[in-house]
Nanobody
Framework: QVQLVESGGGLAQAGGSLRLSCAASGRTVSRYGMGWFRQAPGKEREFVGSISWNGDSTYYTDSAKGRFTISQDNAKTTMYLQMNSLKPEDTAVYYC???????????????????WGQGTQVTVSS
């Protein structure tokens, strides 16, 4: 298992930016792919994007493409979500997730990702 802790959420104005961080710990954390999901009130948890365990591949949902960027540090223990051009509809609790299985197997399905952080609130005002 991998332990995940998100940080960096808060309040932003529409058009602004925020950067979320996800610190991962665990014996084999560097071999895990990591991803971001979000959940707005009354809605299901949805995929935002992910990065492969070696950092070579990133995947984004259509709403995130061109606005959000996922990266990780060299040690592969911290993942970042840079969010630009924020919109009010980006308001949600953002969760970090990790999986020892490749994206081709877990995809955008939350229940297939094995480890989760506690979430961090992002609120975008219009």
């Amino acid at each position: 298992q991998v332990q995940l802790v998100e940080s960096g959420g808060g309040l932003a104005q529409a058009g602004g930016s925020l950067r979320l961080s996800c610190a991962a710990s665990g014996r084999t954390v560097s071999r895990y792919g990591m991803g971001w999901f979000r959940q707005a009130p009354g809605k299901e948890r949805e995929f935002v994007g992910s990065i492969s365990w070696n950092g070579d591949s990133t995947y984004y949902t259509d709403s995130a493409k061109g606005r959000f960027t996922i990266s990780q540090d060299n040690a592969k223990t911290t993942m970042y979500l840079q969010m630009n051009s924020l919109k009010p509809e980006d308001t949600a609790v953002y969760y970090c997730a990790a999986s020892s299985r490749p994206y081709t197997l877990v995809g955008q399905t939350p229940t297939l990702w094995g480890s989760w952080g506690q979430g961090t609130q992002v609120t975008v005002s219009s």
